[in-house]
C-alpha cells in the first residue's frame, strides 16, 4: 500500500509519494503573496464567465466585493462545463441506508438532465431570479438537483437541516419569505421511516409558501389531498428539458444558510455567486488533492455549510465524484462506513471527530479487515479533534499512511481557512495549521495587537478577505456588524471577528474553541441563547441558564439549570428533552437538566454561567462576592455533585 506520510521526529510530513501526486506545494504560499492577483487567475482558470469582472476586488468595510461586475452561472460550472469531457463521468454516488437498496450512480450528462429539468419546474410555479427556495430535504440525490436547480435560474437556495423542528423550519422560512419548498415524504435512520412531511406540513402553514414539492423518497409516488403539495417525479415529468442558465453577478446571493450566534434568533449567512465558487473549487481541489479518478466522500448533512461546499459544490465544480451516504454510521453495523469506503474507492474522506470518537469508544478489532487502500487524503472538520481521536484515525483509518488534514472554518467563510495541504504539511495532531493560500488570520490581544508565543488569543483575519466569505446576515445589517466588525472598528482594526481563541506553535495556528456563548455539540453548532429562549417557553420554567460539559464522545454537551414557576410535577428533565426537540431539534437537546431553586446572579440581574461551568467542572467557582445570592451555589454543587456519584457525568477534555 503506497504511504503517503512519514515521520521525521514527532511530526508526520508528506512522502515522496505524496509529493509526486501533490497538486500544490509549498511555492503556493509564496505566488498568493498577492490575494487580489492570485485569485483572480484561478478565477480565470478555473470558472467560465459570462463576462469578466471590472474589478477583482472592492473593500468598503464591513463590506467586500469579489470580481465586481462579473457575470456566470453557478449550476453552469458545476454541471454543462463538465459535458464535453466528462458528460459520462460519475458525477455522483448515492449510498442508500437499506441495504437491500441499490446505490445510484449518476453520469454529470443525468445530473445535468434532472437539474435543467428541476429548474424548469421551479419556473413553472413562478420561481425568478433572486427567489427564495426553502429546501428541507435529507441527505439524497434529489436534493443536489433541488440546489443546483435554483442556482440555474439565480433563485436562492436556503436549506434547513432535516432533523430540525417544524418550529425551526418555520421560522426560517419566515425569515427569508420563502415562495416555495422542497422536501421529502421522509427518510431511513437506523432502519427506521422517518416521516418528515408531517414535519413540513405543520411549518409552511400560514406562511408565504406557496406549493410545496415532495420527493417521494419512502413510497413509489406521492399523492396530494391539496393543490398546493406536488409529487417531485411527475412534476419532473410534467416540463421539458431546454433550460437556459440565468447569467448571474459575482455579487448576487447564491444561497443563504441559518446559523446559531451569541443571539436567540439564528442569523441567515449570505454567500455570494463569484467569490464562493472560486473558493470551493480551490479549498476542495487542494485540500483533498482531487486527481481525475478519486472520489470525495464528505459525510456532513447538506443542512451545514460543509455539506454544501464539500459534499456537492466543491466536487462539482472540479468535474469530480462525490459519494453521499443517506443513513446512520454504524447501520446495520458498526463498519458500514468502511465498507462504503472500500467498494466504492474512496479516495478523500472527510468527517468530524465526533464520528471518530463514536467509532473509537466501539473497539476497533473489525477494523483490521477493512484495508480501505483507495484512501489517500482524511480530513477532519467542524470541532477540536483531541489527540486520542487523532491519532486513532491516522492508525486505524489511515492506517497510517494517509495525512490528516484538520480544517478549521466556519458556515460564514464558505470554505476551509486554516489547515495544512497534503503536499506541504506537517500533520500534527491538535494543530489545524496555516492561514489558505491567498487569505491571512492572525491571533492578536484585546486591543488588536498581533499575540507572540504561545499566548491564546483572538483568532481574526485580515483582507483582502477570503473570496467565499459571507456577504451579510439576511434583512440584518445591524447583526452583520455587531457579530463580525463592531469590536475590531472600535480599536480601529479592519478585521473579520471569528469568535473563536487560538495560539500559535512552532509556526503552525492551533484552534482552542468559541471565545463566545456558541457551543459546538456534535460538531452541530449551538447557541445557549436560543437553547436558553426554547427551555423559557416551556410552561413551567421560570427562567434557566445553558451551559456546556465537556463530553468524551459529542465534544461538548448542553446541560440546563432550570427554576421553575411552581413544583416539578415529575420527569421534567424528559418533557424538556422533548420540548426542546420540537422547538429546535435533537441536536439542541440538553445532556442533563437541573432543577434549582436560584441561579447565581448579579446585583444587577445578570446569570454567572462562568460559575455554573466552574461547579460542572469540579473547579472552585470564581466571583462569589460579586453575587447576591451566593447560598445558591452550594446547593448546585450538591445537586451536581450527586449526578457525578451516579456516575453520570464525563471527564474534561
Ligand atoms: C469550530 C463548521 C477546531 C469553530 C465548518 C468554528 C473547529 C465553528 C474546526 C464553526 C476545527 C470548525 N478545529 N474548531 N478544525 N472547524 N470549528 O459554522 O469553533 O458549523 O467557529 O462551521 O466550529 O462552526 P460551523
Avoid at 483582502?464 to 480599536?491: C, E, I, Q, S
Wanted: one cysteine or more; a positive charge.
Amino acid at each position: 500500500m503506497v504511504k503517503y506520510v512519514v515521520k521525521k521526529g514527532d511530526r508526520y510530513w508528506p512522502s515522496k509519494a505524496m509529493k509526486d501526486i501533490a497538486l500544490v506545494d509549498k511555492k503556493i504560499y509564496k505566488e498568493s503573496q498577492d490575494p487580489r492577483k492570485f485569485w483572480a487567475k484561478l478565477a480565470r482558470r478555473g470558472l467560465v464567465w459570462n463576462k469578466k469582472w471590472d474589478k477583482v476586488y472592492e473593500e468598503k468595510l464591513p463590506y467586500f466585493k469579489w470580481f465586481k461586475g462579473g457575470e456566470l452561472n453557478f449550476s453552469y460550472n458545476c454541471l454543462d462545463r463538465n459535458l464535453f469531457k466528462k458528460g459520462n463521468k460519475t458525477a455522483l454516488i448515492f449510498v442508500p441506508e437499506p441495504i437491500d437498496e441499490k446505490p445510484i450512480k449518476w453520469t454529470y450528462h443525468e445530473l445535468y438532465q434532472k437539474v435543467c429539468k428541476f429548474s424548469n419546474v421551479l419556473r413553472k410555479h413562478g420561481i425568478v431570479k433572486g427567489d427564495i427556495v426553502s429546501i428541507y430535504l435529507p441527505l439524497i440525490p434529489e436534493a443536489l438537483v433541488a440546489m443546483l436547480a435554483c442556482t440555474r435560474i439565480g433563485a436562492i437556495h436556503s436549506v434547513v437541516f432535516s432533523a430540525f423542528s417544524s418550529d425551526a423550519l418555520k421560522s426560517r422560512i419566515q425569515d427569508g419569505k420563502a415562495k416555495l419548498l422542497i422536501t421529502a415524504d421522509g427518510y431511513y435512520r437506523r432502519g427506521e421511516k422517518v416521516d418528515l412531511l408531517k414535519k413540513a406540513k405543520k411549518a409552511v402553514y400560514r406562511t408565504s409558501v406557496k406549493k410545496v414539492i415532495v420527493v417521494p423518497r419512502l413510497r413509489k409516488s406521492f399523492r396530494s389531498l391539496s393543490f398546493k403539495f406536488k409529487d417531485f417525479n411527475k412534476e419532473m415529468d410534467s416540463v421539458g428539458l431546454m433550460s437556459e442558465p440565468v447569467s448571474m453577478k459575482s455579487e448576487d446571493p447564491l444561497f443563504i444558510l441559518y446559523t446559531s450566534g451569541t443571539t436567540g434568533k439564528p442569523k441567515g449567512v449570505v454567500h455570494d455567486t463569484g467569490g464562493y465558487a472560486v473558493y470551493a473549487k480551490y479549498t476542495c481541489l487542494w485540500n483533498f488533492n482531487l486527481l481525475e479518478n478519486d472520489v470525495l466522500w464528505c459525510t456532513a448533512d447538506i443542512g451545514w455549510i460543509t455539506g454544501h461546499t464539500y459534499a456537492f459544490y466543491g466536487p462539482l465544480l472540479n468535474g469530480s465524484t462525490t459519494l453521499i451516504y443517506e443513513g446512520s454510521p454504524d447501520f446495520p453495523k458498526i463498519d458500514r462506513w468502511w465498507k462504503i469506503i472500500e467498494k466504492h474507492n474512496v479516495s478523500a474522506f472527510y468527517t468530524a471527530p465526533t464520528a471518530i470518537r463514536m467509532f473509537m469508544k466501539a473497539g476497533d478489532k473489525y477494523l483490521k479487515k477493512h484495508r480501505m487502500k483507495s484512501l489517500k487524503v482524511l480530513g477532519s472538520v467542524g470541532e477540536p479533534i483531541d489527540k486520542d481521536a487523532w491519532n486513532w484515525y491516522f492508525k486505524k483509518i489511515g492506517k497510517g499512511r494517509c495525512p490528516i488534514i484538520d480544517t478549521w472554518w466556519q458556515t460564514e467563510t464558505g470554505g476551509t481557512l486554516i489547515n495544512v495541504l497534503p503536499g506541504v504539511g506537517p500533520f500534527v495532531p491538535t494543530v489545524a495549521g496555516k492561514s489558505f493560500p491567498g487569505t491571512k488570520h492572525l491571533v492578536v490581544d484585546d486591543k488588536g495587537k498581533i499575540k507572540k508565543g504561545k499566548d491564546i488569543g483572538f483568532l481574526v483575519q485580515e483582507g483582502p478577505f477570503a473570496p467565499g466569505m459571507l456577504h451579510g446576515v439576511y434583512n440584518d445589517h445591524k447583526k452583520y456588524l455587531d457579530t463580525y466588525w463592531r469590536y475590531w472598528k472600535k480599536h480601529k482594526k479592519k478585521y473579520y471577528d471569528s469568535s473563536d481563541g487560538a495560539f500559535i506553535t512552532n509556526g503552525l495556528i492551533r484552534i482552542t474553541g468559541r471565545t463566545d456563548d456558541v457551543m459546538k455539540v456534535a460538531g452541530h453548532r449551538i447557541s445557549t441563547a436560543e437553547l436558553e429562549d426554547a427551555i423559557n417557553e416551556y410552561k413551567t420554567v421560570n427562567e434557566c441558564a445553558v451551559v456546556p460539559i465537556a463530553d468524551k464522545i459529542k465534544g461538548e454537551v448542553p446541560v440546563a439549570f432550570v427554576v421553575l414557576k411552581g413544583r416539578d410535577i415529575g420527569n421534567l428533565e424528559g418533557r424538556l428533552k422533548k420540548h426542546v426537540d420540537n422547538k429546535i431539534g435533537p441536536t439542541a437537546r440538553p445532556s442533563f437538566v437541573y432543577v434549582v431553586k436560584d441561579l447565581p446572579k448579579t446585583r444587577s440581574g445578570k446569570i454567572m454561567r462562568r460559575i455554573l461551568k466552574n461547579v460542572l467542572n469540579n473547579e472552585e467557582p470564581k466571583g462569589l462576592m460579586t453575587l447576591v445570592n451566593p447560598d445558591c451555589v452550594g446547593e448546585i454543587t450538591e445537586l451536581v455533585k450527586g449526578k457525578v456519584n451516579k456516575g453520570k457525568m464525563v471527564r474534561k477534555r
